[in-house]
């Protein structure tokens, strides 16, 4: 008999009340395949590597061994395989169908980029290796670098943030920098009231005060509340643009013309340059520093939550201050320029370093890919199709659902909806569920907080017209049922390999971690 | 274009139905001033598969890869070889084209994985919990201290002159602006563990909030930390222990074991590649009653409406989506794939599996460093080490490695390159030892430095 999975483990049986279906004695139902967790399953014995003899030698531990168990069940090859792939059947991915994860852009991941980036010369090289033997690599941060100053009309570049809190960290960081060398450090970082958290938790990281802009009635930044709100303690600003309600800051040359008056910074949050990149380049409108993430415009894959990349573009002002380490071109070669280069490469002012070694290497040959394989006539088309889509689902939707900014005229990347017109006792929450049950994954929900049940759709330029019309149709029909009063769909999702999950039961006794079944009972 | 599925007769459509006559007229809100014209100057044209795989495979063939010839280098990443399977599951597209498991329902896959990485991280740190990752080792190193410092409300951290000197330079940074207080120290060739343990335990005071040690240290040197940490609880500090090679542990007591109370590293010898750096996946673990205080996503047991056990991210009050400038980071997205890869591995390695592959790292190195003590001019350091050891040469390793690096062997990181100023340090050689070592690798290492230093 196999040994594959076969250690008794049961699922817990339902408690009834799912459907009229008869139980199986698995508790799976064909393809729907229930998992336990490796602990339940491997042993500390069991092994599915093979290793040599190793020779027999003293050990020079000075007596530090381990003298007691750690705790790790292994699995041989094919019951590893097993379980990681079972589990794998249990999560909604861009492979499977549209993601319209608002302000996320989850858009196709092409193998191409995966190929590239497992070539041995770049999977396969050591960070420290002599610079001689890495000039390849270095071509590749110095081609992605290039493209990106290109992008954004903007001549200094930080590559090492390796995800984009990463890089609004280390704008933040230059523009301290920047202040600090003219010997007028500043305290405030002014945060509009729809930015993303890592907005200000990422200035209160760098050590600044955070206070809000509001915003305008028609989801833009108030103009006048941030001027008045301007002083000489203001070390800049963070503006998202496109912005988190995905409309385009009309007044950001004027934002940054106000900011740059008292002596302050513009820093931008690319999340959203999906919507404009290849078209307008944010150097244009006056910005000194923005991240870009290459797992969100660029295509790298998400990874179920990363890793990411998050490389800083900077203005003439503040590229001076970008930290270490960097790469620069001197006639046919690369020169990678760390600390101990910094005083004779004339780069005294770098703020530091951020990272153990030169940034995201395997993202930057991913991106590298996908950027030559658009072009600059390919990444336009990028854009255009991804707002083109978004604008085709809020027009398709809007007579449907609340779009507060409808009116106003187009979005950009992404579509606002809000719960306003839903029955008394449903909510964002209900329709999110509703459409897993339809096959989708949901909007991003409640976020910007300047929507009440905000619903953010963000299409980008991977779908076709077909699965965008099908999209829109389950929407249309999840949002009726939820202005009808439908009282099934406070039950979504009953189709998904679990139904809703008690969050608030986690959050106050947490289990982090398996622990022993007799351990857990006696800690009871 | 490839990636592109609309067609020029679904733009019409669309258009349509939205309203507008042209692609421009969704783009009226940009300032006129800031509109191209055409696409964006200075860049190339699209480009077909076979002419992108052309252009980089011609740059992947420029590197001298790890995989080219002898290999000695580590110094925070390691040479290890990874299980086939393991870079199959995390191709698989459930897993690599998902996103962070907002929606849980259908995102078990991803947080049944991240519930099991956090199991096995604990467990391998001996802590009570660990989180679902950070960006790397050097990050997690600079968030302990922080973390430690809203717990003991002092400002003040101790840094080990064992501590990988890119970490203490990413803690240096930050803390210039943080305003918090960083005592560091360099490493020295001639001292012991011993010694570093000694001089930090008179360091540390009332004023202190956490003392930073990392074992194995940069130069390989193993030490006990159990009489640090006491030192360090007696005087109200924390102790935050530091591993750069996760390898070590299925050998070594872990830092838990010895009294740590915040353990972080580098998860990359384990299921994820050199990858010239990046990325990399920062292990995070600590004891239950700091967890409120940690940074990073949580993935935690739950059950659903039908009373079935599932997984949730949890305890999100912490975070910046949440708490926004009052989080205990500004992380958000943070190394997840990595922390899959680490799984995976750790699971087909198994309790037995990283055991004996952490003996024969261990006898490998041994063996290694006792060959290369015959080499003329060379010294090999006393003392407790893992993996890798440090050797002293008789003139500036740099040079060295740099020659026999021409002559296809990776012989090692020379201090020269970490430690940029000097102070006798410029003389030493880092020498990292793996189950992918040879011993023809070994004998070429020692025929490669006898010739460089002759």
């Known amino acids: 008999m196999s040994a594959i999975n076969q250690s008794g483990w049961r699922p817990e049986m339902s408690a009834g009340g799912e459907s009229d279906a008869p139980a199986t004695y698995t508790g799976n139902r064909a393809l729907m395949l229930e998992e336990p967790l490796l602990f339940e399953i491997g042993d500390l014995d069991r092994t599915g590597v093979d290793l040599p003899e190793r020779p027999k030698v003293a050990s020079r531990l000075a007596g530090l061994e381990r003298n007691r168990p750690i705790g790790l069940p292994g699995l041989s090859e094919p019951e590893a395989v097993r379980h990681y792939t079972r589990l794998s059947r249990q999560n909604y991915a861009i492979d499977l169908g549209l993601f319209p994860l608002g302000s996320c852009t989850m858009k196709h991941n092409p193998r191409l980029n995966e190929k590239m980036a497992r070539l041995p010369g770049f999977a396969d090289l050591h960070p420290l290796t002599p610079v001689d033997g890495t000039q390849g690599a270095l071509a590749v941060i110095h081609l992605v670098a290039e493209w990106l100053k290109a992008l954004t009309n903007m001549p200094g570049i930080a590559m090492s943030p390796k995800a984009g809190a990463h890089g609004e960290l280390c704008g933040l960081l230059a523009i301290r920098a920047a202040h600090e060398a003219k010997g007028d450090a500043r305290k405030i970082i002014l945060v509009p009231e729809s930015a993303h958290g890592t907005n200000p938790a990422t200035a209160a990281f760098a050590g600044y005060q955070v206070k809000g802009i509001p915003a305008t009635v028609d989801g833009r930044v108030d103009l006048d509340a941030l001027k008045a709100a301007l002083s000489p303690e203001v070390a800049g600003v963070m503006i998202t643009n496109p912005n988190t309600c995905g409309l385009f800051e009309r007044d950001m040359i004027a934002i940054g013309e106000a900011v740059h008056a008292i002596g302050g910074y513009v820093y931008c949050d690319g999340a959203n340059f999906n919507a404009i990149v290849g078209r307008v380049r944010p150097g244009d409108l006056g910005v000194d520093a923005m991240h870009i993430n290459l797992h969100k415009t660029f295509s790298t894959p998400h990874g179920g939550g990363g890793p990411g990349s998050g490389p800083v573009v900077f203005s003439e002002a503040l590229a001076p201050f970008a930290p270490l380490p960097f790469v620069e071109k001197h006639d046919d070669r690369y020169v990678l320029v760390e600390e101990e280069t910094v005083a004779e490469e004339g780069h005294s002012k770098a703020f530091g370093r951020m990272v153990a070694f030169h940034g995201q290497m395997g993202m930057f040959t991913r991106a590298a890919a996908y950027m030559l394989s658009h072009g600059a006539d390919g990444l336009k088309q990028v854009s255009e199709d991804a707002v083109l889509s978004a604008n085709y689902i809020l027009r398709s939707l809007e007579g449907v659902m609340d779009a507060p900014f409808a009116p106003s005229g187009p979005c950009m990347h992404e579509a606002i909806f809000s719960d306003k017109n839903f029955a008394e006792g449903f909510s964002t929450l209900d329709v999110a569920k509703g459409l897993i049950d339809e096959g989708f994954h949901p909007m991003t929900v409640y976020f910007p907080l300047v929507v009440h049940g905000a619903m953010l759709v963000e299409p980008t330029e991977t779908e076709s017209k077909a699965a965008l019309d099908q999209f829109i149709g389950a929407l249309r029909s999840v949002a009726e049922r939820a202005k009808a009063g439908d009282t099934a769909l406070k039950a979504a999702p009953i189709y998904a390999p679990r139904r809703r999950l008690d969050e608030t039961a986690a959050a106050r006794k947490p289990v982090l971690v398996w622990k022993e079944p007799v351990q857990a009972e006696a800690a009871e | ?454």
């Open chain 2, 1 to 454: 274009m490839r990636y592109l599925p609309l067609q020029p007769e679904d733009r019409q459509a669309m258009l349509g139905v939205i309203g507008a006559k042209s692609i421009d007229d969704l783009f009226v809100d940009v300032p006129g001033a800031a509109r191209l014209s055409g696409t964006v100057p200075g860049l190339p044209m699209h480009a077909t598969e076979l002419q992108v795989e052309r252009q980089l495979g011609r740059l992947a063939r420029m590197n001298q890869a790890a995989g080219d010839g002898p290999f000695f280098l580590g110094a925070g990443a390691y040479k290890h070889h990874v299980p086939a399977s393991v870079d199959h599951i995390i191709q698989r597209g459930e897993f690599l084209t998902s996103y962070t498991p907002y929606q849980p329902e259908i995102a078990q896959g991803t947080l049944q994985a991240l519930f099991e990485f956090q199991t096995q991280v604990a467990r391998l740190y001996g802590c009570e919990v660990a989180n679902a990752s950070m960006y790397d080792g050097s990050t997690a190193c600079w968030e302990a201290i922080v973390m430690a410092r809203r717990i003991t409300r002092r400002g003040k951290a101790i840094l080990s002159g064992g501590l990988h000197p890119h970490y203490v330079s990413v803690c240096e940074t930050m803390a210039k602006f943080t305003g918090d207080v960083l005592e560091t120290a360099l490493p020295k060739l001639d001292g012991t563990a011993e010694m570093e343990m000694a001089r930090l335990i008179a360091a540390v005071d009332t004023e202190t909030s956490c003392v930073v040690v990392q074992n194995p240290g940069i130069l390989g040197r193993v030490a006990d930390l159990s009489e640090l940490a006491e030192a360090c609880h007696a005087k109200g500090a924390l102790l935050i222990a530091v591993v750069t090679e996760p390898v070590s542990l299925g050998l070594i007591r872990s830092p838990g074991e010895m009294g740590a109370d915040i353990v972080v590293g580098e998860g990359q010898s384990i299921g994820v590649g050199l990858q010239f750096g990046g990325p990399y996946v920062g292990l995070f673990a600590c004891a239950e009653k700091h967890v409120r205080q940690m940074p990073g996503r949580l993935a935690g047991e739950t059950v659903d409406a039908d009373g079935k056990r599932g997984f949730v991210l949890t305890l999100s009050t912490r975070e910046q989506h949440i708490r926004r400038e009052k989080a205990t980071s500004n992380i958000c997205t943070n190394s997840g794939l990595c922390a899959l890869a680490f799984t995976v591995h750790m699971t087909l390695l198994g309790e037995k599996g990283l055991r004996d592959l952490a003996a024969l790292n261990h006898a490998l190195a041994v063996q290694a460093a006792d060959r290369l003590a015959r080499v003329p001019g060379v010294k090999v350091m006393d003392g407790a080490f893992f993996n890798e050891f440090t050797l002293t040469l008789p003139k500036p390793s740099r040079p060295v490695v740099r020659e026999m690096a021409r002559n296809g062997v990776l012989g090692g990181v020379s201090l020269g390159r970490l430690y940029p100023d000097g102070d006798g340090r410029e003389n030493g050689l880092l020498v990292a030892v793996t189950e992918t070592t040879t011993g023809e690798d070994v004998e070429a290492l020692c025929g490669a430095l006898e010739e460089a230093l002759a």
